[in-house]
Antibody, heavy 124, light 108 residues
């Protein structure tokens, strides 16, 4: 079964840091790009960051560029998101998602598998 | 940045009725558009990709259409489990993904 399990969220003070993890299983992890998407309480979805399958390409939303760092350890089938200089605006549930599906001989680049999310709360 | 505008914000319908949700893009996204369903306390679920292709296991009552800047998600006959929030998302200008603001389908 294909599964993503996110962890590492919690309560942190403004200006603080946190490292999120996303453990993958049931698929060839290194073959797929991975994404982080967040959702503030009562709000919509916001793409945060993405990383290529081998980790040589990283991408960020303007709202987090310079503060967040995405990485992956393909030997451990794990995705990470380092969150620095946190503010109240970063309070959200953070989801990891697999980016890409193989259908026949074609890849389609959408988020087809999502983890259940981990909550990050930034407050003093 | 491509902005996606979903309408209406809320759709109040009864089970068995037809639901029509709209997503409009500020610039053409071709057919690089997906629809997701999200229920309270759950992660989003991919329903439709490439504007009109149903994802694995998605019932035939869900259909997507459109290209360029105007897209529609149709639920032909609402089942009780379909009451949820629906988001469109484009990937035409990758790197960078954007979501619409969502449409809540609620029980009338």
């Amino acid at each position: 079964e294909v599964e993503l399990v996110a962890s590492g969220g919690g309560l942190v003070q403004p200006g603080g840091s946190l490292r999120l993890s996303c453990a993958a299983s049931g698929f060839s992890f290194s073959s797929y790009a991975m994404m982080w998407v967040r959702q503030a309480p009562g709000k919509g979805l916001e793409w945060v960051s993405g990383i290529s399958g081998v980790g040589d390409g990283t991408y960020y939303a303007d709202s987090v560029k310079g503060r967040f760092t995405v990485s992956r350890d393909n030997s451990q089938n794990t995705l990470y998101l380092q969150l620095n200089s946190l503010s109240a605006e970063d309070t959200a549930v953070y989801y990891c998602a697999k980016f890409g599906m193989l259908r026949g001989v074609h890849y389609y680049y959408y988020m087809d598998v999502w983890g259940e999310g981990t909550m990050v709360s930034v407050s003093s | 940045e491509i902005v996606l505008t979903q309408s209406p914000a809320t759709l109040s319908l009864s089970p068995g009725e037809r639901a029509t949700l709209s997503c409009r893009a500020s610039h053409s996204v071709g057919t690089y558009l997906a629809w997701y369903q999200q229920k309270p306390g759950q992660a989003p679920r991919l329903l439709i990709y490439d504007a009109s292709v149903r994802s694995t296991g998605i019932p035939a009552r869900f259909s997507g259409s459109g290209s360029g800047t105007d897209f529609t998600l149709t639920i032909s006959s609402l089942e009780p489990e379909d009451f949820a929030v629906y988001y469109c998302q484009q990937r035409n200008n990758w790197p960078g993904l954007t979501f619409g603001g969502g449409t809540k389908v609620e029980i009338k």
